[in-house]
């Protein structure tokens, strides 16, 4: 059965959930005022003040969608950034995970699972910090830094996991909406980049299974899956 779990501190909600996955029915919710040991990608850190922010995660079970692979993440940021642009923001998704608000980062998503039993969707979404301290890799912002004032979060707390579970149902149609969506959301449409410190490539978009477009300075394009983009510049 699909549950909604609150904690008020917790070392991190995807190793809460990864480690109570057998208790959990597809499409449970582990959320916290505060997490000790927040992680994001490649091992970093992810540090939010407590009762500030959203910061949880959702257990993925069901074959059908398990069966979407690397497209999950597309349906995620899709969900997450259509509920803050219904805030009256622009939200931009940068690929793979993350979503930027005039050109900062306000939300991190990170897939953690073994397919083809689950996956842990794991989400951090910077709501109501005014003040970042410590080293950021790209500089952070938040909703309320955004909109000049603060969110319900309790109230938009429910919001982002309605929308979650409204994306989901039908996969293959939200799907579709989705990869509409990201078009006009694109972050990194037609900026150069490196892919792990190699090109420089022009970004043209995504493909149907949410791979990067990349051109290099021959017009060679490559669909790419994974690994690290470093913008070189607008
Ligand atoms: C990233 O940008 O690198 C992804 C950040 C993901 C952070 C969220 S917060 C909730 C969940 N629990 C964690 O420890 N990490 C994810």
Redesign the pocket.
Known sequence: MSTKIYLHQVD????YLRLHRDEHGDFSFVYADE?T??????G?T?L?HPKENL???FIIKDPKKLALGARITLLVSYAVAKEIESYGLRPEIKWP??IYLRGQ?AV???LEGSLPDYVIV???INVNQHTFEGEYRTSPTSIALELEENVNLDVFREQVFDALEASFLEVEPSYQEALSYFKEHDYLCSKSVLLEGVGPYKVLGIDEDFKILLEDSNGNIIHNASGELTILRD
Do not use: A, P, V, Y
């Not at 991190?12 to 190793?15: A, G």
């Not at 040991?37 to 490649?42: A, I, K, Q, V």
């Open positions: 991190s909600t995807s190793d997490q040991s927040g992680h994001g990608r490649l970093r992810w939010t910061t949880f995660s995970n993350d980062k991190g998503i990170l794991g989400i951090g």
